[in-house]
């Protein structure tokens, strides 16, 4: 069974303070991670993807993997009101077919004004 | 664009009625999903297309019937469900089987009453 936890939360940070999100998963296979955010009522958007071991970072968002201690983090820098949501992070199957995504609980992010 | 469209965005249905949810894609993506989300619980995995055709069913009970007309359009039929089933159907795209990015669309919560 494939398993991928984060921390429920809620995270609370003050505005303009960097926000930081974690994710373990259980397959050491796999190979894809993705974080989403998520307002409530709304469907998941996508924020980083990232395969190779290292930091990716796209703007204010910093996407963090080691695949040898099988864990996954997102950092949000000069965090903003607008950024209080819920973070998803999804691990992909490996294998290469069309599998879908294995998502953690989610971690309810609050930023502080 | 990355743009997943899905119709009605609400639904409220009787348990013996018939109705179909719809996701409309034009990225030429080759992979369809539909998740199921209850509130607060992060997205599962229901059916996975690849190429039109059904390539993982997650033991999903056969109220819900997937259909892939064509490459663009993905259906889901519901019939004689049951209250619990109430839930945020998420439709997602990606470019093909084990690729990358998934996309969702905006969601239809459903109420079954």
């Known amino acids: 069974q494939k398993e991928v936890e984060q921390n429920s939360g809620p995270l609370s940070v003050p505005e303009g303070a960097i926000a930081s999100l974690n994710c373990t998963y259980s397959?050491?296979?796999?190979?894809?991670f993705f974080w989403y955010r998520q307002y409530s009522g709304k469907s998941p958007e996508l924020i980083m993807f990232?395969?190779?071991?290292g930091d990716k970072e796209d703007g204010r968002f910093t996407a963090q993997l080691n695949k040898a201690s099988q864990y996954v983090s997102l950092l949000i820098r000069d965090s903003q009101p607008s950024d209080s949501a819920t973070y998803l992070c999804a691990v992909m199957d490996p294998g290469g077919g069309a599998d879908g995504l294995t998502f953690g609980k989610g971690t309810h992010l609050i930023i502080q004004p | 664009d990355t743009e997943v469209t899905q119709t009605p965005k609400h639904l409220v249905m009787g348990m013996t009625n018939k109705k179909s949810l719809k996701c409309e894609q034009h990225?030429?993506?080759?992979?369809m999903y539909w998740y199921k989300q209850k509130a607060k619980k992060p997205p599962e995995l229901m059916f996975v297309?690849?190429?039109?055709?059904?390539?993982i069913n997650e033991s999903v009970p056969s109220r819900f019937s997937p259909e892939c007309p064509n490459s663009s359009l993905l259906n889901l039929h519901l019939h004689a469900l049951q209250p619990e089933d109430s839930a945020l159907y998420l439709c997602a795209s990606s470019r093909g089987p084990g690729a990358d990015t998934q996309y969702f669309g905006p969601g239809t919560r459903l109420t079954v009453l």
């Open positions: 297309y690849s190429y039109e055709k059904l390539s």
């Open positions: 990232i395969y190779s071991n």
């Open positions: 990225m030429g993506h080759r992979a």
């Open positions: 397959d050491r296979g796999s190979q894809s």
